[in-house]
Nanobody, 122 residues
Framework: QVQLVESGGGSVQAGGSLRLSCEAS????????MAWYRQAPGAEREGVAA???????TYGDSVKGRFTISRDNAKNTLYLQMNSLKFEDTAMYYC????????????????WGKGTVVNISS
């Protein structure tokens, strides 16, 4: 059973930074696709960033140049460094994972965490 546990959310002012973490259990972490998604109140879920087993990363257009996804295999942890935060980044952020070589933000993910809240004040 794969479990994903997010942490690091909180409230910051616009222009600030936060780093989200996602601790993963199970074999998927070392070989699979890991990703971050977010969902703001009343909005559809949005793909934020994804990273595959070879550490190739892709980003949603709204976060390019501001967010960085990374993984630490030794700690079984996925990160999302978020800089230059904007009010519109306010959302619940979810960690997700899937098996297989494909690692695109529109892929169907196999596993989801419960989320961590990010609140940006303007």
């Amino acid at each position: 059973q794969v479990q994903l546990v997010e942490s690091g959310g909180g409230s910051v002012q616009a222009g600030g930074s936060l780093r989200l973490s996602c601790e993963a259990s199970g074999h998927i972490y070392r070989t699979g696709c890991m990703a971050w998604y977010r969902q703001a109140p009343g909005a559809e879920r949005e793909g934020v960033a994804a990273i595959d087993g070879s550490e190739l990363a892709t980003y949603g257009d709204s976060v390019k140049g501001r967010f960085t996804i990374s993984r630490d295999n030794a700690k079984n942890t996925l990160y999302l460094q978020m800089n230059s935060l904007k009010f519109e980044d306010t959302a619940m952020y979810y960690c997700a994972a899937k098996y297989g070589p494909s690692c695109r933000l529109y892929d169907a993910m196999d596993y989801w965490g419960k989320g961590t809240v990010v609140n940006i004040s303007s």
